[in-house]
Every structure is written in structure tokens, then in C-alpha cells.
């Protein structure tokens, strides 16, 4: 554990409380893209296997087990809640999530640690979570005008995993042959798929206006 990692672990679980937040309040997951939301799910549980065998603190525990269950409450609402579904956009939602599952199984297969199911579903999760957040970006988009909650969602998620390259570039030089190179590139790609929404996020912030991106 580090500054960085903990700072990553903080924004990230930030993220899901913002959006949570959003649910709850307003009764609306509007501007949310349920592929997304779903490909976070099939994030954590594929990456959380070794919760099954294996205990490494109380703290990693616990993150492990609210990301897993914030992701899959998430999803549930999106779907089944009776007034929160009735809002979700379904028409402009319409990114084909399932290449990226496809896309990422493939990359899983060929490029691991080691050809164990669960080394396999590990890197499944690291090179899907890099992609997970398009089919929230063209929905944004999309829509074009975003509301406050959900662009702070979508910039600390952002924030999260620009403080976790910071925590593999720290543990590079502090630790002894600590190498890990599939996230590290699944990291830069991800963080490099947010650079045009951090550029209007600052750009809203700078003039104080509501954010609104490109179609």
C-alpha cells in the first residue's frame, strides 16, 4: 500500500458513490450507460476470484466486496428498479458491449501471466476494464449536455486510474522486480481514452458552465 494506491482506491470508490448518489436522489439514471455498468460488474467479478481463496487484509477485503456489490446494485437498478429503469436511455445506449467482452476474452487468452482459469480471468478484467467506460463516453456524447453528478462520476473514474499508474511507476522503483506490464498498458490506454473528457471537464470548470462535449 501506498499514497497513490490509496488515493486510486479513494477516487475510485468516490466514482461509485457519486453515482450512487445520482440514483438514489434523483430517482434517474439518465445520461448512465447500462453496457457500461454491466462490463464494470463482469470487471470485478472476473478480477475478484481470489476472494474465494485467498485473504490478504481487511481492507482489501472489504474494497473488493463493495465494488462487487455497488456494481451489481447498480445494474440491478438500471434494469428492474420500477421508477429507475423507466429512465434509463435505452435508444441512445446502443454500443455493442459484447465486442469488447469478445475483444478482451481474445487478448485474455493469448497475452497472461500464467494459462490458469484464474490468471486467464484476471487479465480478462484488466484489458476489459480499459474499454469499459466507451460505450459511457459515446452515450455522453450522444446527449451532449451532462449533468453534475454524472460528469463527476465519469472524472473520477478517470482520476482513479490515473493515480493507480502513478502507484505501478512508485512500486517500479521502490520494489524489487515488481513488473507487471498487461496493466500497465491496459492503464495508459484507459487513462488515454478519458484525455477528451478531462479536457472539457476543465474546460466547464475553468468558465464555470455546464459541461457539454462534442457530438
Same mark, same amino acid.
Given at each position: 500500500m501506498n499514497v497513490f494506491r490509496f488515493a486510486g482506491d479513494m477516487t475510485h470508490l468516490f466514482s461509485v458513490l457519486v453515482l450512487l448518489l445520482k440514483i438514489y436522489a434523483t430517482k434517474s439514471c439518465s445520461g448512465i450507460s447500462l453496457k457500461t455498468q454491466e462490463?464494470?460488474?463482469? #470487471?470485478?467479478?472476473?478480477r475478484y476470484l481470489d476472494l474465494l481463496t485467498d485473504f490478504i487484509s481487511l481492507y482489501n477485503t472489504?474494497?473488493?466486496? #463493495?465494488?462487487?456489490?455497488?456494481?451489481?446494485?447498480? #445494474?440491478?437498478?438500471?434494469?428492474a428498479h420500477p421508477v429507475v429503469r423507466r429512465t434509463y436511455d435505452k435508444d441512445q445506449d446502443t454500443f455493442r458491449h459484447y465486442?469488447?467482452?469478445?475483444?478482451?476474452? #481474445?487478448?485474455?487468452?493469448?497475452?497472461?501471466?500464467?494459462?490458469?482459469?484464474?490468471?486467464v480471468c484476471w487479465a480478462l478484467s484488466i484489458y476489459l476494464e480499459a474499454v469499459a467506460i466507451l460505450p459511457q463516453l459515446v452515450l455522453l456524447q450522444r446527449s451532449r449536455n451532462v449533468?453534475?453528478?454524472?460528469?463527476?462520476?465519469v472524472f473520477f473514474l478517470g482520476a482513479?486510474?490515473?493515480?493507480?499508474?502513478? @502507484? /505501478?511507476?512508485?512500486?517500479?522503483?521502490?520494489?524489487?522486480?515488481?513488473?507487471? /506490464?498487461?496493466p500497465w498498458i491496459a492503464g495508459l490506454v484507459q487513462t488515454g481514452l478519458y484525455a477528451d473528457f478531462f479536457y472539457y471537464y476543465y474546460l466547464?470548470?475553468?468558465? @464555470?458552465?455546464?459541461?457539454?462535449?462534442?457530438?
Open positions: 462490463l464494470y460488474a463482469l #470487471v470485478f467479478l472476473t472489504v474494497m473488493k466486496l #463493495v465494488f462487487i456489490s455497488s456494481s451489481l446494485a447498480i #445494474v440491478w437498478c438500471m434494469r465486442t469488447l467482452v469478445a475483444g478482451s476474452l #481474445v487478448l485474455a487468452l493469448l497475452f497472461h501471466d500464467r494459462f490458469t482459469i484464474r490468471e449533468d453534475n453528478l454524472t460528469g463527476q462520476y482513479y486510474r490515473a493515480f493507480y499508474i502513478l @502507484n /505501478w511507476i512508485y512500486r517500479y522503483f521502490t520494489e524489487q522486480h515488481f513488473s507487471r /506490464w498487461i466547464s470548470w475553468k468558465n @464555470n458552465v455546464k459541461l457539454q462535449l462534442p457530438a
